[in-house]
Each structure stands twice: as C-alpha cells, then as structure tokens.
C-alpha cells in the first residue's frame, strides 16, 4: 500500500541548494510525508552525512527505510519508479522520458555550471553563456505552459524552477536582465511559482543574492 511505503522518507538538505530544493518540490508534488533534516555544510557535515554520502560527502541525501539515495536527479527518477501512483514526473514513453532527462542534465551542466561562476569570478563581467543558456531554455519551452508539455508540471519543470531564485543575482552580478533575454522563461517562473510545493520550497531571489554574496567573500572575491 502506498501508505506503507511512504514510511521511512528522510531528506539531508541545505536550505539554499537548488538539488535539495527539487527533492522537496517532488515530494511535495507527490504527496510524501518524509523528515527533513537541515545539514550545515558550510560548517561542520554530520557523521549520518558522511556515512550516507561518503563519495562526494554533498547533500541531498534521500533515506528511505535505510536505503540510501544520492544526486538529486537520481532521487527524482527513484521517487517516481517507487512511488508512480501519485504525479509522475516523467512521461511514461521511453522517447520523451529521455528527452526530459537530457533537458534536466542541461540543465545541471549549464544552468549550474555556468550559474555557479557568480561564486568564483573576481571580476563582475556579462555572462555571455549564460545570456545564451537562457534563450535556449526558452526555445525549448516554446510556447508550453510547462516543460512537461501535455504532461504538465513534470520532470525538467522540477529540475529547473529552483534556479530561477539565482535570476535576481544574475542580473546584480552580470547585468543580466532575464526579463527581457527570455520573457517567457519568466513567466513560466510565475507559473510554477503558484504551486505551492515551488513556493513552500524555494527562498527568495534576496535571500539568494546574500548567500551568493557570503560565497564570494569565501573565495576572496569581495
């Protein structure tokens, strides 16, 4: 029963990570009672984390009755296998499943590759690849309500709206003003914004712009 799966759900997290963020967003779209434990891993990481984690010692970690799973994109695909009464996040067709799991990978190796360097750059410049990360995402997006297309709020939807709080912060640090590079991309943003586990799930842009902020000092760039 489906109640007696959902027994055991427990998620390692940082408050602020776009990976953790998709795994709540999932759950939450699925209805999943689960513990959630903040890990601070800007300080000291818990023994249970490094026990859990002990290849790349990151969160999220998801633990389901003792069982332990690692990289957000992974957990998503493992809460839709085990748990697929309740909105599946991927297609059932094995073409768009795997193209919904290349937009996804997109946007881990772009989105985020490229995001990130708001961290490490010393110097303030226009992310070009960003600006063009964007209109690519726009173009895939196309005229749909959602990533999932007819499928609605789905796998790349969960995979992508958590870095939407990093837009803010791209335009203070590049100039980028996601407004006008992909309105579209924008307003779906509002869209995903009005479920409530996107809204219960992410912080705000201000929120994120200070931890960008806290990580460029780390890095001696402020």
Sequence with gaps: ?????????????????????????????KGLPYEYVEENIMAVKSDRLLRSNP??????????????????????????EFFPDTHPLLPADPYERAHARF???YVDKKVYGSGSKMYTEPQMQTNKEMVEILKTLEGELAEKEFFG???????????LIPFTAWFESFDKYWGIKVAEVAPKLVA?????????????????????????GMMRKDFGNE
């Excluded at 489906?2 to 795994?23: H, I, M, T, Y």
């Excluded at 290849?55 to 957990?75: A, M």
């Design 1 to 29: 029963m489906a109640g007696e799966k959902n027994a055991g759900l427990l998620l390692l997290d940082f408050w602020v990570s776009p990976f953790g963020q998709r795994c709540r967003i999932a759950l939450a779209e």
């Design 55 to 80: 290849v790349y010692k990151q969160i999220p970690v998801l633990l389901h009755d003792g069982r332990t799973f690692i990289e957000s994109l992974i957990i998503l695909q493992y809460l839709d």
């Design 103 to 105: 937009w996804a990978d």
């Design 149 to 159: 297309g007819e499928h609605g709020f789905g796998f790349v939807d969960v995979a």
């Design 188 to 212: 779906w943003a509002a869209r995903c914004l009005e479920r409530e586990s996107v809204s219960n799930s992410l912080y705000s842009p201000q929120k994120v712009y200070e931890f960008a």
